[in-house]
């Protein structure tokens, strides 16, 4: 992928130095032109991909289609102020009629239920649309492969939303442990504990809980498809490091469910370090519960998703550190992820919002003939989607045979 | 001011039962025309006010004078796509030609140092145009006054940035006092006390401290202006009382510095409650430091601007509870001021967006002949800086005669 | 066990309504004679048992042989006013010696490393007199067993120094689980990981490191014996459940050590319930570590011993409640495990005193010939040394089956 | 005063080194003989007083006048094991009597009402007994001058229990501070507000709230008297500044009250630094509220009771850290202070035996000919008691005065 100019990067760097808010990178002359699948009326996840397309006005919302009912979806696009000719009846259409356009949409975001993903992805490929999909993927991990396949076959641009990896104490944990300030990494505790469906929601219409509990729709582990991909990809990404094997114990608590709605595994990752992940959506009284702790030869570090302008440094000698936001002294890669002042809080449109702007940037770079620049697009890809549907497998298959450990690699070419 | 529609509201209820984001009412299908007077290149003030009108995707930006320097103004709105013909050469000209067309801006935002707020916001009104101001309102007391008295003549609508009393959980604070949870308020500690010049950056060349350290620009006092209006509003806003009388101590820390940089000011409430400021910008270490505990007969409130998702309520019986934002017990104003589940945090522009989209909400119920609905719009208006002019003036006279109690009101009519 | 006196608690009660300290209960006129095996110059731990058992003014320290050495151990017995005719050379010496005063000790406390406390307690109960004893108990499950057997045949007081069950909060975690305040409990997440030995410290001679990284003093497994049976009796303690199986992950961390120093382990509890618990010495950065949070139906609970005064009740309703110390609203047993007015910290010490003093209270009620009031006397007994042993073997088995499911379980007859 | 030998210093180095619990230094083999006035039967703070001096196994307690009713006081000295020939009816006959025998007591310590305090410190120092006396001193400013100058005359030791000083991470800022750590001290903020008297508690006859709110028992003013000199003392001990000036406004908010319950104090030190003091204790939902901040040009420190473990250091750049108890990297002072490891919390019991501690070791020194050594004995003294007692003086002289700025220094010759 294509970087950016060194003009960019000195303005950037002159803005960080002082502390401002980078201005120029944040709010670029140019737009992206995008469309959209899912998400329509009551969806909360359309509105929050909504705001993350608009917080950097990198965004223009050319086209979409929101609900399965063709008449519902123009109703909705229309008050997205989508012109009325784009305004399509399904998602095929979308594609055909876009990909014949001179300013047809650039890229399609995909916010549907898990088990339609992959034929909207593959389809939106094959017209060479970049595609931004929720996560997980798929509900099949042959069916993410076939997309990373297709992904390297077109060099396309995919970004998945691993939505936490955007928020800038994130990637600042990243970044100190790749510089080696931790030393070499020895254990990872990751949990994803939300106590939303501690009780049986899906017994009283509550459509999120039915659509997460119904097992066609949620995959082979709701429980693990929904949280546990965040946990696998926040501790992949803040460690650099691989989960080689996995040993699972997947439970059923609230009775009546017909889903997993918990998960104990532990962790064996690619350098020998050990760990272990929680993920439930039955920690009653916890509203979300993504925290990763992560510890080197050296110290270690702790970040919490609902304080997410902090990250605890505890080095060996006990004096604990709290490091914010906005600093001139923190990584480049967290500085460019942020927008604000020290002691002026960011939050989670924040955090999405820079997946979507990375994801603006890569495009906009490509169309300029740019080379890429690692530093600058953090976003996830396909390759780590493939990797959270494995991660999938293998926890199932370990729980099955009673807790077993089982490899979560897979080949990505 | 005029209200929401009964079936705006219903479906606000509905939504947020469910703790679901409020679609419907956070991105309306009509827009407000938008234009800005300041924040150019290299302002952070002006990129916070325009992510902060774009977030709820209420604003049209149609024009904007955005630098003194035309070309350097006009350059500066062509990259945010304003068209040519209204990228004008100065606010007055910008004034008068958008008064003449019938798409013409709707509100004015004025983001331009303090002493040339008057001047500005004077024109506009008089051409009928609604105005969104930053605080401090003016730089002397009189000019205040007279915009109060246009405002009332015209009936235009006038919002002043106290941004801070847009968080979720600083209306929710405002709702329980008022609901008497806490019984009759009778303590009231409030600080804004930032460490952002503890060293004499006025002679390094720091843009921001030159404007706040010289006497001319910053008026009569620099911190009390600059922070202790913060704190002022923040106070009334949360108690619903007026700071009668103050007593002051304001001092200039810093070796070399001109103006005023720390103030220590008791106050009295108009109920007969006491209090304490504290601002300052030489509370070294620290990085906003805005924070409000506000003491009844039956418990006590605590909210800090760096953890803006928690209210800490202190009932008298010791059972501290944390409060956070997205839970449909939560107040109408607290629920109607939030975009995420629980769990999920908000920040700062978010903050700033509620004050945006309030006076947006103002507007659009005024076309259409809606009459006020008091909980609806929280926005800080012209009164309140008025007020906030009016505490400047009495902290300043306090501390010229070593500490007086002196009269912090003003008559509004 | 005997109860107190309904006088005694009518006082208790009295006082504990005013948030009073419990003068009466916590300072008595009558002492137990205590005799001391180990713990002597330079000992850490000897100390805190000595503060312990000195805090509450329960004990007179009669006798002891406090190191192998006998003119070592009767030099350190002259500093602590030990009579010289009972600075015993061993402490067979001790046993038999004291077994024939009138005043001969009541107790005899045990602070040895763990391979010899077998013999100390054997000795002991077979001359009749009770015993406090370090844990984990034993070093071999059969040990452990013998004990409790000789315990029960002789029905003499046997207490087991898992010392953090002694916190206020703690104890009040426990009894809202007993009053059914959370529901049915689901999950168990405990952690007992401290970084104290992240590095080789054994290899420069640290003493404590020494004894806890040499297999044949540490016991079959280091982390598991030293950290895990802690988090073991706090899992057990709080929720009144059993662990009844485990999958455990043993690793060796740190390049060159010789044990184990660090432990994954799913948990299976009695109920149904599922858990983890993650103990470890490598943890950098950590200085301590306990932690254990508790998901029931209603609502969950977490405690962390580094803020011991505080006890987060998280309801499913998202209303968080921090809960402190000192207030009459609290648990009887945990108002009697409390010394001071709310907002006065109490810290390890008063902890560890709470399980000298329960179990002085039992021996002064057995002399009074008063019945057993199980609210009464919390301190962790034989049983629960036992079940902790079981534990460890039951970690080790399972580890080197690949964390297959292993019972945890042993029959207490 | 004495220093203690360089052997001692030698074994503490060596141990602290080890972050191993000083024991030699906390278990000295000598006692000081110990006698008390006031905390009988029902007092909460002579249960404290007894628990601060047996923590370190530094005093016998050999006598003692409990309450004014003689028989109820002897009554009381049977509990606490003091032989009968040493149960006076008097604290005067306690003086005469024990001044007369060899092994007569060596201080006494005094706790019984404000008003009282005078006489009989008078009375002990003319017999040569070191005093430890509660604070406010006297309730006169010309009283506590005279046993200033009675205590010079005598040289005999003289402790003030100003308890929070005790706490090791107090003791640290106060080294942070006077190493230059935070360079110039420019700002104190400093609070001792409870809610403990929120409500008219003297009407329900409840004990404490009588006490210190009839003018006659409490002094000139309660809230100053009570808490306002802890803030004094705590914001004297940790910058070593003096506070030369105040402007108070105190405040009677309870309905019904007699005396002041919150005082608002701005402050003028002596190096020009500036500050504010709140004390109260109608801060509903506080439950003791002391916390201190200071602020220099390089950095700042916070320490707050309720967490006293910590001291948060926040330097100029952003890197806060959270500085613990029981590293080797501490202050000596600090250091000295603690008795365990890091991780494992002391409290206020800890710190109050602090005060008894150095004090026991000022008496054992002087007792041996060494000289003082200006680390080793932190406790307050006479000295903080007169300015403590000025320093009421002071508010409420500046309170009646409408808020005038008021003197609040004394010459301490």
């Known amino acids: 992928m294509p970087t950016q100019s060194e003009q960019e990067k000195e303005t950037r760097r002159e803005l960080l130095e002082g502390n401002i808010m980078p201005e120029t990178?944040?709010?670029?002359?140019?737009?992206?032109?995008?469309?959209?699948?899912?998400?329509?009326?009551?969806?909360?996840?359309?509105?929050?991909?909504?705001?993350?397309?608009?917080?950097?006005?990198?965004?223009?919302l050319v086209t979409g289609v929101f609900a399965s009912d063709a008449e519902r979806s123009q109703s909705f696009a229309a008050t997205l102020d989508i012109a009325p000719e784009r305004r399509y009846s399904s998602w095929q259409e979308m594609a055909e009629r876009e990909a014949q356009r001179a300013d047809g949409l650039d890229v399609v975001s995909i916010m549907t239920p898990n088990n339609s993903h992959y034929a909207i992805a593959k389809t939106f490929l094959e017209h060479g649309i970049d595609v931004i999909c929720d996560k997980p993927l798929t509900t099949e991990l042959e069916q993410a492969l076939e997309l990373?396949?297709?992904?390297?076959?077109?060099?396309?641009?995919?970004?998945?939303?691993?939505?936490?990896?955007?928020?800038?104490?994130?990637?600042?944990?990243?970044?100190?442990v790749r510089s080696g300030e931790l030393g070499e990494i020895r254990l990872v505790q990751v949990e994803h504990a939300s106590g939303w469906a501690s009780t049986l929601l899906e017994a009283e219409g509550h459509k999120q809980a039915l659509w997460r509990t119904t097992p066609s729709i949620a995959g082979k582990s709701s429980v693990v498809g929904d949280l546990g991909t965040h946990a696998h990809h926040m501790a992949r990404f803040v460690t650099g490091l691989e989960i080689s094997e996995v040993s699972a114990e997947l439970s059923s608590i609230v009775p009546g469910r017909?889903?997993?709605?918990?998960?104990?595994?532990?962790?064996?990752?690619?350098?020998?370090?050990?760990?272990?992940?929680?993920?439930?959506?039955?920690?009653?009284?916890?509203?979300?519960?993504?925290?990763?702790?992560?510890?080197?030869?050296?110290?270690?570090?702790?970040?919490?998703?609902?304080?997410?302008?902090?990250?605890?440094?505890?080095?060996?000698?006990?004096?604990?550190?709290?490091?914010?936001?906005?600093?001139?002294?923190?990584?480049?890669?967290?500085?460019?992820?942020?927008?604000?002042?020290?002691?002026?809080?960011?939050g989670y449109l924040e955090a999405f919002a820079n997946l979507y702007t990375d994801i603006a940037d890569a495009i906009l770079a490509r169309r300029d003939g740019l080379e890429a620049d690692?530093?600058?697009?953090?976003?996830?890809?396909?390759?780590?989607?493939?990797?959270?549907?494995?991660?999938?497998d293998a926890a199932v298959a370990s729980h099955q045979q009673n807790g077993q450990w089982t490899d979560a690699l897979v080949a990505l070419i």
Chains 1, 2, 3, 4 share one sequence.
């Open 25 to 60: 990178t944040k709010q670029p002359k140019r737009k992206v032109r995008l469309g959209i699948v899912g998400g329509g009326p009551g969806s909360n996840i359309g509105e929050a991909h909504r705001y993350a397309a608009r917080l950097d006005n990198r965004y223009a």
């Open 258 to 346: 017909q889903v997993d709605d918990n998960a104990h595994i532990k962790l064996r990752f690619s350098n020998g370090a050990r760990g272990m992940m929680w993920a439930s959506m039955v920690a009653t009284g916890h509203w979300h519960g993504l925290r990763i702790r992560v510890y080197g030869e050296k110290g270690s570090l702790e970040w919490v998703q609902e304080q997410p302008n902090e990250l605890v440094l505890r080095p060996a000698d006990g004096r604990q550190q709290i490091l914010t936001r906005g600093f001139n002294w923190l990584s480049p890669a967290a500085q460019r992820a942020s927008r604000l002042w020290p002691g002026h809080p960011e």
């Open 148 to 176: 990373l396949r297709l992904q390297r076959q077109t060099g396309l641009i995919f970004g998945v939303t691993y939505c936490y990896s955007g928020y800038p104490m994130v990637r600042q944990a990243r970044e100190m």
């Open 374 to 392: 690692a530093l600058a697009y953090l976003f996830p890809t396909v390759e780590d989607g493939v990797l959270g549907m494995k991660f999938i």
